[in-house]
């Protein structure tokens, strides 16, 4: 799934804005940046479920998604929080693992979310 975006014009994106409080302003722009946040989340979802063979639900990994908007700057970012934390292990995949007594724990193939 190819997410694509168009730049629209900062100048009336700017006089939209002025006309309103400082408090509106940032409920309005919070809003606006959860928004466009929760589209990359739901195409990070969607390849997910795509990716995985047979059984598609995913459980902690996919309640793991989340938004967070920055505090200090304007900006918002979106990933895991940490259910999330093994994520890394099905995008890349492991190697054939075997424990010290010598027991097979097989491996992980990519999925490449």
Known sequence: ???QSTLIDYDKVFRAIE?????EKDQTIKAGLRAA???FLRAGRSNLRARLKGNKNTGNLN???RSKLKR???GA????NQLGMHAHLLDMG???RTTRSGANRGRMIANNF
Not at 19 to 23: E, P, Q, V
Not at 77 to 80: L, M, P, Q
């Open 37 to 39: 946040t929760n589209v």
């Open 63 to 65: 309640k793991s998604f």
């Open 19 to 23: 006309g309103l409080t400082d408090i």
């Open 77 to 80: 970012i979106g990933g895991f």
């Open 94 to 96: 492991t190697v054939n």
């Open 1 to 3: 799934m190819e997410i």
């Open 72 to 74: 200090s700057k304007l």
